[in-house]
C-alpha cells in the first residue's frame, strides 16, 4: 500500500542519513553557525505554523463540523478488475459539442433512438443515437441530474434545485415530492423506476445543496436519503437513511433488490425490496478505486458504476483527516481547487453479485458521472464537458 512505501523510504533515508553523518570526518561536520542557522530557521517556521495550526483546531463554524469518517470506510487496497483498460477512453468521439453543458446521467429510449441526459443550464436534451443531433427537449427551471424512462415515454427527473419531476410526453413538467418525513430535499440526485411503477431516488444530502455539495464531501457526515415515490398513493417513503452522500440507484433485473451509491464511502450497496430480507441494507461492493456515482444496469447481466474521480494520495488525505477539511473550508476561496484536481474519471462494469469484470479509465478525464452501454458502444457524460462521449468497444481487447 502507498502509504507502507512511503513509509519505508522515509525510513530508508532516515538510516542512510545517520551512517553519512557518522562517516564523516571532524572537517566535514556542519560549522556551529551553520547549525545556529538552521535551529533558528526552524524556530521561525515552527512560530509562523503554530498559530494556524492552533486557529484552525480551534475554529468552530456554526455549520460546518467535519467528522472522522466511520471504521468501515477502507484506506486499504482498492478493489480491481480483472481487465483495466486505461487507453481506449483517450479514442472517444465528442457528440453535440457546445451544446451539452455538464451531461449528469443518460437515458436510452431504444424505440425512438435517442439519448436523454439533464444538463447544467435546466434543460433535458435528447441526443438522436447514432446521428448525433442535439434537440432541447425538456426545461426543469432547475438543475437536472438523475434521469430515466417512464412507461408512457415520459421522463422521471431526479432535480438537484427542484426535486423529484415528472416530464410528460407533451414535456410538461409536473412536481412528484420534494420532502419526506417533514424535510425537505437540498440535492435531488439519481433515480431509476420498478416494472410495477415505484420510483426509487436518492436525496444526496438534506444539508447542502448541489451549490456547495463539495461541503458535504468535506464535512463527511451522514445527510444522505434512499428513498422511494409511490404514483398511485403519492406517498414518498424513506427507506434508507444516514448516508454519506447518496447517489446513483439502480433496480436489480429481478425487481428483488435495488443496488445504490455512497459517494464519500466509495461503496454501493443492496437494498432489499421484497423477499425475506425485505427493508434490510447489505453490502453490494466495498473500498471502489474511485468515487461512485451514477450506475446503470445495462441488460446484459452487468451494472456499470461511474467513477467520477480516480483515488488519489491528496483525496485520502483530506477524507482521513478533519483538520486538513476544516482548513479546506477555512480557505474558502479556494475549496474547489481539490474537484477541480480530480483525474483519472471512468468507470466499473460488475456482475450482477457485485464482482468486478472490467474497468475503463482515462487520467486526463475527470467528473465523468454517467455511463450507458448501448450496442457496442459507451457513451458517457461529464460534469466537466459541453458534450457526450461515444466510444467504440470493440476498439478494446478487455471486452470478451
Given at each position: 500500500?502507498?502509504?507502507?512505501?512511503f513509509?519505508?523510504?522515509?525510513?530508508?533515508?532516515?538510516?542512510?542519513?545517520?551512517?553519512?553523518?557518522?562517516?564523516?570526518?571532524?572537517?566535514?561536520?556542519?560549522?556551529?553557525?551553520?547549525?545556529?542557522?538552521?535551529?533558528?530557521?526552524?524556530?521561525?517556521?515552527?512560530?509562523?505554523?503554530?498559530?494556524v495550526?492552533?486557529?484552525?483546531?480551534?475554529?468552530?463554524?456554526?455549520?460546518?463540523?467535519?467528522?472522522?469518517?466511520?471504521?468501515?470506510?477502507?484506506?486499504?487496497?482498492?478493489?480491481?478488475?480483472?481487465?483495466?483498460?486505461?487507453?481506449?477512453?483517450a479514442?472517444?468521439?465528442?457528440?453535440?459539442?457546445?451544446?451539452?453543458?455538464?451531461?449528469?446521467?443518460?437515458?436510452?429510449?431504444?424505440a425512438?433512438?435517442?439519448?436523454?441526459?439533464?444538463?447544467?443550464?435546466?434543460?433535458?436534451?435528447?441526443?438522436?443515437?447514432?446521428?448525433?443531433?442535439?434537440?432541447d427537449?425538456?426545461?426543469?427551471?432547475?438543475?437536472?441530474?438523475?434521469?430515466?424512462?417512464?412507461?408512457?415515454?415520459?421522463?422521471?427527473?431526479?432535480?438537484?434545485?427542484?426535486?423529484?419531476?415528472?416530464?410528460?410526453?407533451?414535456?410538461?413538467?409536473?412536481?412528484?415530492?420534494?420532502?419526506?418525513?417533514?424535510?425537505?430535499?437540498?440535492?435531488?440526485?439519481?433515480?431509476?423506476?420498478?416494472?410495477?411503477?415505484?420510483?426509487?431516488?436518492?436525496?444526496?444530502?438534506?444539508?447542502?445543496?448541489?451549490?456547495?455539495?463539495?461541503?458535504?464531501?468535506?464535512?463527511?457526515?451522514?445527510?444522505?436519503?434512499?428513498?422511494?415515490?409511490?404514483?398511485?398513493?403519492?406517498?414518498?417513503?424513506?427507506?434508507?437513511?444516514d448516508?454519506?452522500?447518496?447517489?446513483?440507484?439502480?433496480?436489480?433485473?429481478?425487481?428483488?433488490?435495488?443496488?445504490?451509491?455512497?459517494?464519500?464511502?466509495?461503496?454501493?450497496?443492496?437494498?432489499?425490496?421484497?423477499?425475506?430480507?425485505?427493508?434490510?441494507?447489505?453490502?453490494?461492493?466495498?473500498?471502489?478505486p474511485?468515487?461512485?456515482?451514477?450506475?446503470?444496469?445495462?441488460?446484459?447481466?452487468?451494472?456499470?458504476i461511474?467513477?467520477?474521480?480516480?483515488r488519489?494520495?491528496?483525496?485520502?488525505?483530506?477524507?482521513?483527516?478533519?483538520?486538513?477539511?476544516?482548513?479546506?473550508?477555512?480557505?474558502?476561496?479556494?475549496?474547489?481547487?481539490?474537484?477541480?484536481?480530480?483525474?483519472?474519471?471512468?468507470?466499473?462494469?460488475?456482475?450482477l453479485?457485485?464482482?468486478?469484470?472490467?474497468?475503463?479509465?482515462d487520467?486526463?478525464?475527470a467528473?465523468?458521472?454517467?455511463?450507458?452501454k448501448?450496442?457496442?458502444?459507451?457513451?458517457?457524460?461529464?460534469?466537466?464537458?459541453?458534450?457526450?462521449?461515444?466510444?467504440?468497444?470493440?476498439?478494446?481487447?478487455?471486452?470478451?
Open positions: 500500500h502507498k502509504y507502507r512505501s513509509r519505508a523510504e522515509v525510513q530508508g533515508l532516515t538510516a542512510s542519513a545517520r551512517r553519512s553523518s557518522s562517516a564523516r570526518c571532524p572537517s566535514q561536520a556542519p560549522s556551529s553557525a551553520m547549525a545556529t542557522g538552521l535551529g533558528v530557521a526552524a524556530k521561525a517556521v515552527l512560530l509562523v505554523l503554530a498559530p495550526v492552533i486557529s484552525v483546531a480551534l475554529y468552530s463554524p456554526k455549520d460546518f463540523s467535519p467528522a472522522e469518517l466511520p471504521p468501515e470506510h477502507s484506506f486499504g487496497p482498492d478493489v480491481s478488475a480483472p481487465r483495466h483498460d486505461a487507453r481506449v477512453l479514442a472517444s468521439e465528442r457528440i453535440g459539442e457546445g451544446l451539452l453543458p455538464g451531461p449528469e446521467d443518460l437515458a436510452y429510449d431504444a425512438g433512438g435517442w439519448l436523454y441526459t439533464g444538463c447544467a443550464d435546466g434543460w433535458v436534451r435528447r441526443v438522436s443515437v447514432p446521428g448525433g443531433d442535439v434537440e427537449w425538456a426545461y426543469t427551471g432547475g438543475r437536472p441530474l438523475g434521469v430515466v424512462l417512464a412507461g408512457d415515454g415520459g421522463l422521471v427527473v431526479a432535480d438537484a434545485d427542484k426535486g423529484l419531476l415528472k416530464v410528460r410526453p407533451d414535456k410538461t413538467v409536473e412536481m412528484l415530492t420534494d420532502a419526506a418525513e417533514g424535510l425537505k430535499f437540498a440535492l435531488t440526485d439519481g433515480v431509476d423506476i420498478a416494472a410495477d411503477g415505484t420510483i426509487y431516488f436518492t436525496d444526496a444530502s438534506y444539508k447542502y445543496s448541489l451549490a456547495d455539495h463539495f461541503l458535504d464531501v468535506l464535512e463527511a457526515r451522514p445527510h444522505g436519503r434512499l428513498m422511494s415515490f409511490d404514483p398511485s398513493t403519492r406517498r414518498t417513503s424513506v427507506l434508507a437513511r448516508l454519506y452522500f447518496a447517489n446513483g440507484v439502480a433496480v436489480a433485473p429481478d425487481q428483488d433488490s435495488l443496488i445504490f451509491c455512497e459517494t464519500v464511502m466509495r461503496r454501493c450497496s443492496r437494498y432489499h425490496i421484497r423477499g425475506d430480507k425485505a427493508g434490510t441494507v447489505e453490502s453490494f461492493i466495498d473500498s471502489l474511485g468515487l461512485p456515482d451514477n450506475i446503470r444496469y445495462n441488460g446484459e447481466g452487468r451494472y456499470w461511474a467513477l467520477s474521480a480516480g488519489t494520495l491528496q483525496l485520502d488525505v483530506l477524507m482521513w483527516s478533519p483538520l486538513v477539511r476544516k482548513l479546506v473550508y477555512m480557505v474558502g476561496k479556494y475549496v474547489m481547487a481539490v474537484p477541480q484536481g480530480l483525474r483519472d474519471s471512468g468507470t466499473m462494469s460488475v456482475a453479485n457485485g464482482e468486478p469484470a472490467t474497468m475503463y479509465t487520467p486526463g478525464l467528473l465523468a458521472t454517467g455511463w450507458l448501448v450496442g457496442g458502444y459507451l457513451y458517457y457524460g461529464s460534469l466537466a464537458s459541453s458534450y457526450i462521449s461515444r466510444v467504440d468497444l470493440t476498439k478494446s481487447s478487455i471486452e470478451a
